[in-house]
Antibody
Framework: QVQLQESGPGLVKPSGTLSLTCAVSGGPISSGFWWSWVRQPPGKGLEWIGEAYHSGGTNYNPSLKSRVTVSVDKSKNQFSLELSSVTAADTAVYYC??????????WGQGAPVTVSS | EIVMTQSPATLSVSPGERVTLSCRASQSVNSNLAWYQQKPGQAPRLLIYGVFTRATGIPDRFSGSGSGTEFALTISSLQSEDFAIYYCQQYNNWPPYSFGQGTKLEIK
């Protein structure tokens, strides 16, 4: 059974960089899937942020592309999100998820992140 | 970017009723349409993909239909555990994958 678990700071200062990690268990991260980040602002819907493949390929939401990096660390069986120049609008619950055929079949429990000074 | 529009935003229904939720795409997404269920404080859960195919463990009271730009999720007989928010997602044109804004099912 695949499990995903997000970790990282719950509070980030404005103009800083949000950094989260998603630990994958129950299978190797290099097993042929893409790995995504999705966020949900308080009381709002879901927004896909970006995805990465174990060999280094990435795709990003054009609305966030200039600020986002998603990467895979095969040695630790985890993947990461970095979002730079954050503002209050980036306050959200951040989910990591596995892409299987471009659908999200496994999700982490979510990591709440607040941007505030 | 393909915009997904769900209607209605909120639906008040009674347990045991049949309900249909709608999802419209701003352009054709062929059959590349999925549905997710989200309960308060939980991550979304995959219900249906490829318009019709139920994910593992999803009961058969959930069914999907549609093609092109118009899609529906039907729950044949609402159970108490079905009261949640439902999102559709297109994966035909990406990036980005795009979600609808959600339909909240609440108890009447």
């Amino acid at each position: 059974q695949v499990q995903l678990q997000e970790s990282g700071p719950g509070l980030v200062k404005p103009s800083g960089t949000l950094s989260l990690t998603c630990a994958v268990s129950g299978g190797p991260i290099s097993s042929g899937f893409w790995w995504s980040w999705v966020r949900q602002p308080p009381g709002k819907g879901l927004e896909w942020i970006g995805e990465a493949y174990h060999s280094g390929g990435t795709n990003y939401n054009p609305s966030l592309k200039s600020r986002v990096t998603v990467s895979v660390d095969k040695s630790k069986n985890q993947f990461s999100l970095e979002l730079s120049s954050v503002t209050a609008a980036d306050t959200a619950v951040y989910y990591c998820a596995r892409n299987k055929g471009r659908i999200f079949d496994y999700w982490g429990q979510g990591a709440p992140v607040t941007v505030s000074s | 970017e393909i915009v997904m529009t769900q209607s209605p935003a909120t639906l008040s229904v009674s347990p045991g009723e049949r309900v249909t939720l709608s999802c419209r795409a701003s352009q054709s997404v062929n059959s590349n349409l999925a549905w997710y269920q989200q309960k308060p404080g939980q991550a979304p859960r995959l219900l249906i993909y490829g318009v019709f195919t139920r994910a593992t463990g999803i009961p058969d009271r959930f069914s999907g239909s549609g093609s092109g730009t118009e899609f529906a999720l039907t729950i044949s007989s609402l159970q108490s555990e079905d009261f949640a928010i439902y999102y559709c997602q297109q994966y035909n044109n990406w990036p980005p994958y795009s979600f609808g804004q959600g339909t909240k099912l609440e108890i009447k």
